[in-house]
């Protein structure tokens, strides 16, 4: 059964930094490009980053090109997201998902940006 877990949300004042991490279990985590999407009260889902398999590709919404850093550890299961000079405009609920032959959901983690 495939399951991915995030983990590190919490409340941050605006400047800071926090570090997501998503761990995956149940499927082939290689073979899987990961993202991270986050949304906001009374707003859509958007994308925020995405890595490929191998890790050698990422893609980055434009709000947070500069600021936010997606990685993976093939051999770990886990895709990161480190988010640097957070905004309060950043506060949303972040979602891990897998993509590959079927797609896959973590639950969520509340980021709060707020003084």
């Known amino acids: 059964q495939a399951q991915l877990m995030e983990s590190g949300g919490g409340l941050v004042q605006p400047g800071g930094s926090l570090r997501l991490s998503c761990t995956a279990s149940?499927?082939?985590?290689?073979?899987?490009?990961m993202s991270w999407y986050r949304q906001a009260p009374g707003k859509e889902r958007e994308l925020v980053a995405g890595?490929?398999?191998?890790?050698?590709?990422?893609n980055y919404a434009d709000s947070v090109k500069g600021r936010f850093t997606i990685s993976r550890d093939n051999a770990k299961n886990t895709v990161d997201l480190q988010m640097n000079s957070l905004k309060p405009e950043d506060t949303a609920v972040y979602y891990c998902?897998?993509?590959?032959?079927?797609?896959?959901w973590g639950q969520g983690t509340q980021v709060t940006v707020s003084s």
């Open positions: 998902n897998a993509r590959g032959f079927s797609n896959y």
């Open positions: 890595i490929g398999g191998a890790g050698g590709i990422t």
């Open positions: 149940g499927f082939t985590f290689s073979r899987f490009a």
